[in-house]
């Protein structure tokens, strides 16, 4: 089976544009673990546009599965994550004026970072992921910099459509493949929705797929429960397609 991870930043968003307390992403969360996922991914941004201290906090204290923080390579992050002492850090890009997060890590250009937010990991027993382009050198170099797993960033497979897409799929798989052959872990994320998942379901070397927003938005219109139970089933869709023609392996 693929880890289902769900992304509540969004639930936060929502919280937030009001002020109030509610709705609160730590309940949601809760809601997710009941509908059958495997975890629960927050990003914690450096402007706390979404995901606060607190949220974090008390996600850690609530929790049941397991918790993913996203978050820049920064000190001031790398110091939260030594507090917190989540399950997973996935380290990603940020960049203020971004409406979300666009593109992967380049772990060749931030290597002295990342190497600083590695050791961090390693010294509090934290899982370290890096969220990274399907490019196949940043994956041997994410190996190097002591990530268990590697995150593809599926958002140009998403936007893509007809033969674009194929390609971008088969770039996805191959950065798959040799994340694997190298002992990383293989996860995916970002665009990802009920009707585009089952093709990187398929990829037979991916473990792990984090989806937010289209859960968010599905939840509007028929409830947190049944957005993620219906995104299990399309996962699991994908996951039975793996080792046939129309997956290309």
Sequence with gaps: MVRLHINIDHVATIRNARGTVYPDPVLAAGVCELAGADGITAHLREDRRHIRDDDIVRLRRSLTTLLNLEMAATDEMIAIA????????????ERREELTT??????IAARASVEKASRACAA???????????DLEQIRVS??????????????????????????LSR????ARLARQLGLEVAAGHGLTRE?????AAIREVEELNIG???????VLVGLDRAVRDLR?????????????????
Aim: a negative charge.
């Design 172 to 175: 996805l798989t191959q950065a």
């Design 233 to 249: 089933a399309a996962v699991d869709r994908g996951v039975g397609e793996r080792g046939s023609t129309a997956s290309g392996r």
């Design 82 to 93: 030594e507090r917190v002492v989540p399950d997973v850090v996935t380290l990603v890009p």
């Design 143 to 168: 190996r190097e910099l002591g990530a268990s797993q590697v995150e593809l960033h599926t958002g140009e497979y998403a936007e893509a459509r007809g033969a674009a897409r194929a390609e971008s």
């Design 102 to 107: 666009e593109g992967g890590l380049d772990v």
């Design 124 to 134: 509090r027993g934290i899982k370290l992921s890096l969220f990274v382009a399907a």
């Design 196 to 200: 585009n998942v089952p093709a990187i």
């Design 213 to 219: 927003h289209s859960v968010v938005a599905d939840a």
